[in-house]
C-alpha cells in the first residue's frame, strides 16, 4: 500500500496570505495525485487532480505542484472560505489519501 | 449538475448487515465507474471499493474484503453497497463518489452514516 503523508498536520495563516501544504508518497505515484477540501458536515469536494489541473470551477489562487513522492498544493491570497480540511489522495496504485492538513486562520 | 444522493445508514448491531444505496443524476451513470469511501468519525478518508463502468471489475479495500459487495443498476442509476459481518470499526460516513476521467473522485454524496453498535 502506497502510505501518504501530509504536512503539517495543521497550519495557521492569515487571511490573504499564501498556504502552502505538502504531500510525500511512500513510493512513486507519477502524475496521479489529487488534492481535496472539506468543510466541516460537508463531503470533500475535488480541488486538483493529475497533480496540477484544477476541476472545475476552482479558483485560480489553488494550485499544484510536483511529482513522483513530492506534492504541493498551494493556495494563493487566502479567503475566509478556503480554510478546512485538505487532503491529498494517490490513485497509481489503487487509492490512499493523506491523514489531511487542517487550515486555520491566525 | 452532477447529484449523488446515499441513503440506507443507520445503527446496526455487529455481525449484522446492511445495504446502502446511491442515486445518481446529472450524468450517464453507465459510462463511469463509482467508488465508495468512508470517513470514520473525526478521521480521514478511506476508499471503501470501485466498480467499473460495465459492472464486470470490482475492487475492495483490504479492511472490507470478503465482508462488503459493490454492485449497479445502470436502469436505476443506482450503486449498491452491501455490507455483512460488521464491526463496530465500519463506523463511519460512507460517501458514493463518480470517477473523473482517471481514478481520482471528481463528484461526492453528502454521505449516509452507518453506526454499528449493540
Known amino acids: 500500500e502506497i502510505v501518504m503523508t501530509q504536512s503539517p498536520a495543521t497550519l495557521s495563516v492569515s487571511p490573504g496570505e499564501r498556504a502552502t501544504l505538502s504531500c510525500r508518497a511512500s513510493?512513486?505515484?507519477?502524475?496521479?495525485l489529487a488534492w481535496y477540501q472539506q468543510k466541516p458536515g460537508q463531503a470533500p469536494r475535488l480541488l486538483i487532480y493529475?497533480?496540477?489541473t484544477r476541476a472545475t470551477g476552482i479558483p485560480a489562487r489553488f494550485s499544484g505542484s510536483g511529482s513522483g513522492t513530492e506534492f504541493t498544493l498551494t493556495i494563493d491570497s487566502l479567503q475566509s472560505e478556503d480554510f478546512a480540511v485538505y487532503y491529498c489522495?494517490?490513485?497509481?496504485?489503487?487509492?490512499?489519501f493523506g491523514q489531511g492538513t487542517k487550515l486555520e486562520i491566525k | 449538475q452532477v447529484q449523488l444522493v446515499e441513503s440506507g445508514g443507520g445503527v446496526v448491531q455487529p455481525g449484522k448487515s446492511l445495504r446502502l444505496s446511491c442515486a445518481a443524476s446529472?450524468?450517464?451513470?453507465?459510462?463511469?465507474?463509482v467508488f465508495w469511501i468512508r470517513q470514520a468519525p473525526g478521521k480521514g478518508l478511506e476508499w471503501v471499493a470501485v466498480?467499473?463502468?460495465?459492472?464486470?471489475?470490482?475492487y475492495y479495500g483490504d479492511s472490507v474484503k470478503g465482508r462488503f459487495t459493490v454492485s449497479r443498476d445502470d436502469s436505476k442509476n443506482t450503486l449498491f453497497l452491501q455490507m455483512s459481518s460488521l464491526r463496530p470499526e465500519d463506523t463511519a460516513v460512507y460517501y458514493c463518489?463518480?470517477?473523473?476521467?482517471?481514478?481520482?473522485?471528481?463528484?461526492w454524496g453528502q454521505g449516509t452514516l452507518v453506526t454499528v453498535s449493540s
Open positions: 466498480i467499473s463502468f460495465d459492472g464486470n471489475n470490482k
Open positions: 463518489a463518480k470517477g473523473g476521467t482517471d481514478s481520482y473522485f471528481d463528484s
Open positions: 446529472g450524468f450517464t451513470f453507465s459510462t463511469f465507474g
Open positions: 489522495q494517490q490513485y497509481n496504485n489503487w487509492y490512499t
Open positions: 513510493q512513486s505515484v507519477s502524475s496521479k
Open positions: 493529475g497533480t496540477s
